[in-house]
């Protein structure tokens, strides 16, 4: 029987980060193929749904919020939370213009 200890946290393989590293350049080419095409209203929350999806693998896998605590993971979400407040004012008022 092993006794691990609980300092030990689970790192991904190389061949994860290399998959997330080339899903985050075939987001980018999305990002910048879309910004070509006129999509109206729908451009920039495109955009933004394409760079969340981005945001997500970075934390999860480059930032190994995965296997960190859940009080840091907390922290995130309220920073997350706030961001999105931010978004959500800022479209509000540029929707007036």
């Given at each position: 029987?092993?006794?691990?200890?609980h300092?030990?946290?689970?790192?991904p393989?190389?061949?994860i980060?290399?998959?997330v590293w080339?899903?985050?350049?075939i987001?980018?080419g999305v990002?910048?193929?879309?910004?070509g095409?006129?999509?109206?209203?729908l451009?920039?929350a495109?955009?933004?749904l394409?760079?969340?999806i981005?945001?997500?693998l970075?934390l999860?896998?480059?930032m190994?919020?995965?296997?960190?605590?859940?009080?840091f993971?907390?922290?995130v979400?309220?920073?997350?939370l706030?961001l999105?407040i931010?978004f959500?004012?800022?479209?509000?008022?540029?929707?007036?213009?």
């Amino acid at each position: 029987m092993e006794n691990h200890s609980h300092s030990e946290k689970h790192t991904p393989h190389y061949g994860i980060y290399i998959i997330v590293w080339l899903a985050l350049l075939i987001l980018t080419g999305v990002t910048v193929a879309v910004a070509g095409i006129n999509f109206g209203g729908l451009t920039v929350a495109t955009a933004l749904l394409i760079a969340s999806i981005k945001s997500y693998l970075v934390l999860t896998i480059f930032m190994h919020l995965k296997s960190e605590s859940k009080v840091f993971s907390i922290f995130v979400g309220v920073a997350l939370l706030f961001l999105l407040i931010s978004f959500v004012l800022l479209f509000a008022d540029y929707s007036f213009m």
